[in-house]
């Protein structure tokens, strides 16, 4: 009966080592997860930092550029729309009884039907971004969307610049140089739009004999309205263009004060 009872006690004993083993192999494990849960945690967060500061980084570089854009478009808005109102004159004049009567004035606008503006936006940054695959570092999906979408908008203008001067060159270069002197538009020619320091070297007046009565008015219409027209798709896409940088640059500008305020 004593060793019946004895082994009773041995045997709780022993068992009361096992839980105690369970418990502290369990409490071991769960030392262990919470370790793992905060170096991910850690990890994350400071993943998250560096991406964050990533995106303010190239958010601020991308206002810079856009603001650069956008100021850019404007000038050549203004450039265009000289050229949109010189056409409509030029329109007038060779509509007129006598549109050759005033040589200087023809000639002046000439030189402003010719003097159209274009530009090159700049996109290194978007590229970069786009290129190295860091546009998932931005959270706002409308500015990604925009980012991807400048391009389309970029390759429309171009065309339709190169449209427009290949219209001007190829057609009323050709014509104009038949009868009228170009050369007498140089004194109306004016850089500081593209250069304030560049000084060219103007014209004195050509010695040759115009050829007023020779020109067909009917073709001359047809080419400067042709030409306005190209203008005009110009003018349009460059307007398109001018909202598309205003309105990323207040996405922009919200996503940088919303770090900010964070």
């Known amino acids: 009966m004593i060793k019946f009872f004895r082994r009773i006690r041995q045997n709780l004993i022993t068992e009361n080592k096992f839980s105690k083993y369970i418990l502290y192999a369990v409490g071991e494990i769960i030392l262990v997860v919470i370790g793992i849960l905060i170096a991910l945690s850690l990890n994350n ?17 991308l206002k810079q550029e856009f603001e650069i854009n956008l100021a850019e478009v404007r000038r050549n808005i203004k450039l265009n729309t000289l050229t949109k109102e010189s056409t409509v004159d030029l329109i007038h004049l060779i509509r007129t009884e006598k549109p050759f009567a005033n040589s200087r004035y023809l000639d002046s606008i000439l030189n402003a039907v010719y003097m159209f503006g274009s530009f090159d936006a700049q996109t290194g940054l978007v590229d970069e971004v786009i290129g190295s695959g860091k546009l998932s570092v931005i959270k706002d999906i409308e500015l990604r969307d925009r980012l991807t979408g400048i391009s389309g908008l970029l390759d429309n203008l171009e065309e339709d610049y190169v449209i427009r001067s290949n219209y001007y060159m190829d057609n009323i270069i050709p014509f104009l140089s038949k009868y009228i002197a170009l050369a007498n538009q140089d004194q109306f020619m004016d850089f500081s739009s593209w250069s304030d320091t560049y000084k060219t070297i103007e014209l004195t007046e ?3 004999k115009q050829k007023y009565d020779e020109i067909d008015l009917l073709l001359f219409e047809n080419l400067i309205a042709t030409h306005k027209l190209n203008n005009d798709f110009v003018t349009l896409d460059e307007s398109d263009l001018r909202d598309f940088f205003i309105e990323t640059l207040k996405i922009i500008n919200t996503n940088l004060e919303s770090d900010k305020q964070n």
């Open 206 to 208: 050509s010695p040759f």
């Open 45 to 61: 967060w400071k993943e998250n930092l560096a991406n964050r500061g990533e995106e303010m980084r190239i958010l601020s570089g």
